[in-house]
């Protein structure tokens, strides 16, 4: 179903040309975007509306993409690349503003397209995965310099894993949708886990780790890849860039695309860890920040795929508990069958650790 206010949001940006035509966007769990054709011959973009009850302050999530993506395309025009291409375009109101906001309250926001490109939900090969690694190196390195503190936290301990735990034993203790009896062995199983939720957390108190502006939030799915060379172009979804640890990126990029099959598919036999997959994605990883890791974070690598894979199948768990109050679903049982999914691709990292440990330590 098409949104309210989709066709007057679409009217109030300072596009090319009038839109003739929307479509939506079917991944992303968090924001309803649509591509918008203003006619042939005229430059395509992309109509964003922010869920404001995830991201509750729209004007400093705009302060951060602003900052980021300015600083971002200064590094690709220096470097002889295209920043109409390589980073986003924030496209504003023809009245001049950020945002068209919507009777309703609802924030819009629009980008320039970026044409001839893939989001691929799943790795087709393990090339495309090891290009993916390459490009979200590169985001890394391009922010190396970015002033951290200038961010605004658009989401308070996000990748907070003790936090996100005690959430979930917050959610089985109210219950609130009736669902925790069904859920027994998935929360007990998640809650074995609990002693290794401060494992990244701990490191970066230590000084071990390094506090760097990370993404945060690195599914395939958010590097589009030229149609033509398969080439990593251009980081999207930019609304959790936030200061982090490097951890958190490499791990959340191997919980997506290094499972064995997608993050909802209900056959858990079909769900593992490819340890190939690990192993090329580390390759293109280590091999494009081999100046900004220490040893600590690089021997560090498996235990943040861990981590980030726990952290987000706590979520939906906690989200299933919870009713399904945060992420979108398409049907009712959806985030439980995530979290199963992604509970089975914890249960197999814990058979692979030392397998992980082992092509990590390649690479030092
Ligand atoms: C959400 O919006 P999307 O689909 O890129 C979520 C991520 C989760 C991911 C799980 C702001 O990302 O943290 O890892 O779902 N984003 C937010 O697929 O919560
Ligand atoms: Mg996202």
Redesign the pocket.
Known sequence: MEAKYLREAGNAFAFAASPVAYKRCN?????DTYFVDCGEGNPKYVLNRVNTE??TNPYELMANLKGVCSHVAKKIAAAGGNPDREVRTIIGTKEGDDYFVDPDGGYWRAFLEIENVIAYDYPDSPELFYKSAVAFGRFFNQLADYPAETLYET?PN?HNTVKRMNDLKLAVEEDRAGRASEMQSEIEFALSKEHLCSYILDRVHEGKYRVCVTH??T?L??VLMDKDTGEGVCII?L??VMPGSVLFDFG?AIR?GASTAR?DECDLSKVELSLEMFDTFTEGFVGELREALNEDEIQGLPMGAYLMTLE?AI??LADYLNGDV??HISYPEQNRD?ARNQLKLLSDMDMKMEEMNEIVRKYL
């Open positions: 991944s992303g769990h968090i924001n995830i991201f989401i996000f945060n939030d599914k799915n958010n979804d609304d959790t959340d997506f993050e987000v979520r939906f945060y992420y995530r």
